[in-house]
């Protein structure tokens, strides 16, 4: 259904069951499933958090500059795009990885146009360091390149299936919507997404679906227009 796709993924998927750092069984795991869709055809960029590393409105970045811990953020999204990078490239899938900060040493600097033709040309393209800029979140950075690839739709992977009017790890009676608007997200504070990146995608009218990560071939699923999850449009 989807020929072009943002996929959103946060730093703790890359932790597997740990809480810190990379495990690489699970790093490995993920790959194939996205290199499974770029096989298929479907041109798929990456954003990926750094919250595995370091994150800057967590309980160690407190007494730090908010500006300085966003930035060390940024960097730990960099760390973390190179391992998927290496894990793709193990499953044979051509990949770049392109940053908001430039480190030629390291990965390309992000050129909208580039990354279109890099996308073009079936290869995976990771987006990392964010936007650059403090106060912005990798979701916010997500929406942005989501729009600038002129992506069909952002998917954000999460560990729950969807989007619910309470949270279903705390609250069994948690009820999961199958549809939902931007403005009820934002409304309802559901906290899925933050506001700004919602705000963006209603302005932009690019439709975001929530689904699980944990259930193998569900990044499949999504890209075939399958209905898992919560479509927010």
């Known amino acids: 259904m989807y020929k072009r796709v943002l996929l959103k993924l946060s730093g703790e998927v890359l932790a597997g069951d ?13 790959a194939a499933e996205v290199a499974e869709v770029a096989r298929a055809g479907v041109q798929i960029g990456l954003v990926v958090g750094g919250g595995n590393f370091f994150r800057g409105v967590a309980a ?3 007494n730090m500059d908010r500006v300085s811990a966003d930035h060390m953020g940024m960097l730990a999204t960099v760390i973390n795009a190179l391992a998927l990078q290496d894990a793709l490239e193990k499953q044979g899938v051509p990949t770049r990885v392109m940053t908001a900060i430039e480190m030629h040493q390291v990965a390309e600097p992000y050129i909208r146009r580039r990354a279109i033709r890099h996308l073009e040309k079936g290869r995976v393209v990771i987006f990392a360091a964010g936007t650059s800029n403090p106060y912005f979140s990798t979701d916010t950075a997500a929406t942005l390149r989501g729009l600038e690839i002129k992506a069909e739709i952002v998917a954000k992977a999460t560990r729950v299936d969807g989007v619910y009017d309470r949270d279903p790890l705390q609250d069994p009676a948690a009820v999961r919507f199958h549809e939902i608007s931007y403005s009820d997200v934002l409304s309802k504070n559901l906290r899925v997404m933050d506001a700004s990146a919602v705000a963006m995608c209603r302005d932009n009218k690019l439709p ?7 259930v193998r071939g569900n990044i499949m699923r999504m890209t075939m227009g399958e209905p898992i999850g919560t479509l927010i449009h």
Do not use: H, T
């Open 18 to 30: 740990g809480s810190f750092g990379i495990d690489g069984e699970r790093v490995k795991a993920l």
């Open 60 to 62: 160690a970045a407190q």
């Open 208 to 214: 975001i679906v929530v689904f699980n990560l944990n």
